[in-house]
């Protein structure tokens, strides 16, 4: 009996850590939680609200809605310090284009933005010494755009021979093979603004086919956001017809998560008060650098194909500090001013972009903005330390005109652990399959954001996809299936949505083919195989239990002493 247990309790462990814990919900919160109040979680939000299911919770950390989507005041001018841009195709107007969403939508809320694309008013380049060099890197700019292209054509055709992506490479060796193999400081300098600053990460780090693939998208036109409610303020009016205090938790920061078939809790703080939030459906939408460094706890953990998946992908740091002035002593007629210092390198504050002159009143405020591994360096330092190496250049420019700063602005995206990043990068080996593994939903969690998107990985239109994306799968399995499954097929959810499951004799789309006599056969004798081998294992057992049920009966008949012992004492 003794033996008879511990079987039983070992398939039970097996059971309960294979199959999960499936117990349905008693007295949940809602029918589904939003587990995040950044763009994703807003979208799933609307596509719920907007299909009939609105009994939902949204759990945010943060005192309002936004995500990364956050604001300072410096200057008395209230400045994004999240994203800033918003992306779109040449014409903004086009409603056809999904990349022209966001732009919608804030011109129906009325969101300000610059007048005139980023990029528009030009850049200036300096030496280290401050003498204007833009012209001389014309050239420079013009051999890279050839590369550029040609590594289009490359990404073509790898995608035409290897259509699952499984061959790949870094963005750097595909440069090369392209014809551009940057050595001098200024072809340097040219990749870094190329490729590093908007990519925030270098090309031996970057898969190619992510970048110059067939996901690959490219927005023209780059609008600056300088409305005084702040970025966030489009994540507010998006939501606007269904956030309420009862749908709305703010102040409220996740640390645990666990999740099943049937039910899914959230522990959370709450204004300083620990408590449960059980729903039968749950969407996750933290930023990636939450999963990799583990700031939420998971029970039961997460397999590892999803772990796999989501590391694959990288938490970049866009760095970014504010300086303010007294007055501007800089170009102000220009987007971005650029230094080409051949000593420091080329990660070392080579762009500054004169923010204030995008601002009504033109305030005095210069952003630095840094990608690759300076980045997560300086947003680890003092801004004090970041200030004066900010001067330290501009007096190599400007000279005597630069002035003491009066404030300074360094936020916190590489160190903050509700982001540990503020931007997915993919690297070399990701695939679409690896996006997949990130999304798929375990039990009853699902997962959403930009870094689950394929192709906007690292944009605000990525957030708000993949919201609605994840929002669907759960709506299709509350409702349950609609194909219509042919000759018998059983309708079932394989974890990305319904599909008709085919009975053994049928196979194909609609389960119209039948599967011939010998193929019949086979799986009979697949069928007899395994049967014997489960009857072979089940055998076993009754023989260890019918031993062990012996040696017990034999040790208590000769007083619970060692059997050999006794027969020997005879």
Aim: proline share 5%.
């Amino acid at each position: 009996m003794v033996a008879l247990s511990s079987l039983l309790f070992f398939l039970a462990a097996v059971a309960a850590v294979y199959g999960g814990v499936s117990q349905p919900c008693e007295n949940p919160d809602a029918e589904v939680l939003i587990l995040g109040a950044g763009m994703s979680g807003i979208s799933a939000a609307r596509t719920l609200y907007e299909n009939g299911v609105t009994d939902f919770i949204i759990l945010e950390q943060a005192d309002r809605v936004g995500g990364r989507m956050r604001s300072t005041e410096l200057a008395g001018t209230t400045i994004d310090i999240g994203p800033q841009w918003l992306f779109t195709s040449e014409d903004p107007t086009d409603t056809s284009n999904p990349s022209n969403i966001l732009y919608q939508f804030a011109q129906e809320c009325g969101l300000e933005l610059r007048s005139g694309g980023l990029g528009t008013r030009g850049s200036i380049i300096y030496d280290r010494d401050g003498t204007d060099i833009t012209t001389s890197l014309l050239p420079v700019f013009g051999r890279y755009a050839v590369a550029e292209a040609a590594a289009l054509q490359l990404g073509a055709r790898l995608d035409e021979e290897d259509p699952e992506g499984t061959t790949d490479f870094s963005v750097e060796v595909g440069l090369r093979l392209s014809g551009w193999n940057p050595r001098s400081p200024e072809e340097q300098l040219v990749e870094y603004i190329n490729f590093d600053f908007p990519v925030t990460q270098t090309t031996s780090f970057v898969s190619f086919r992510r970048r110059f693939g067939r996901d690959r998208r490219t927005f023209p036109i780059i609008h600056v956001v300088t409305d005084q409610r702040g970025y966030a303020y489009l994540a507010e009016c998006i939501g606007q017809e269904f956030l309420n205090t009862s749908r709305l938790r703010l102040n409220t920061r996740v640390s645990a998560i666990q999740y099943s078939d049937e039910c899914v809790c959230a522990t959370a703080q709450e204004n300083g008060v620990t408590r449960q939030y059980c729903a039968p459906y749950a969407i996750h939408t933290f930023a990636l650098g939450t999963l990799q460094f583990e700031a939420v706890q998971f029970e039961p953990p997460l397999p590892e194909s999803k772990v796999f998946a989501f590391n694959l992908q990288q938490p970049s740091v866009f760095q970014k500090a504010w300086i303010v002035f007294n007055e501007s002593f800089w170009d102000t007629n220009v987007d971005f001013i650029i230094i080409l210092d051949p000593i420091l390198g080329r990660e070392y504050f080579p762009v500054f972009w004169p923010i204030g002159a995008s601002y009504p009143g033109n305030p005095p405020i210069l952003e630095v903005l840094l990608s690759g591994e300076t980045s997560l360096s300086v947003g680890l330092q003092d801004p004090k330390i970041t200030q004066g190496q900010i001067v330290e250049i501009l007096g190599r420019i400007y000279g005597d005109s630069v002035t003491e700063p009066v404030d300074i602005f360094q936020h916190d995206y590489a160190t903050n652990p509700y982001f540990y990043g503020n931007l997915e990068t993919s690297t070399v080996g990701v695939t679409r399959q690896t996006f997949a593994e990130y999304a798929a939903p375990v039990g009853r969690l699902y997962f959403s954001g930009a870094g689950t998107h394929v192709t906007n990985t690292s944009n605000l239109q990525g957030a708000y996809y993949s919201g609605i994306d994840t929002a669907n799968a759960i709506l299709e399995d509350i409702r349950g299936c609609t194909l219509d499954c042919q000759n018998g097929a059983a309708c079932v959810n394989d974890g990305s949505g319904f599909t008709c499951m085919c009975t053994a004799a049928f196979e194909g789309d609609l389960c119209e083919t039948f599967i011939s006599d010998d193929r019949e056969d086979v799986g009979e004798l697949v069928g007899i195989i395994i049967g014997t081998m489960v009857g072979a294992l089940l055998l076993i057992v009754l023989i260890f239990l019918a031993i062990v049920a012996i040696y017990y009966y034999r040790k208590r008949q000769y007083g619970g002493g060692d059997i050999a012992v006794n027969r020997g004492a005879q």
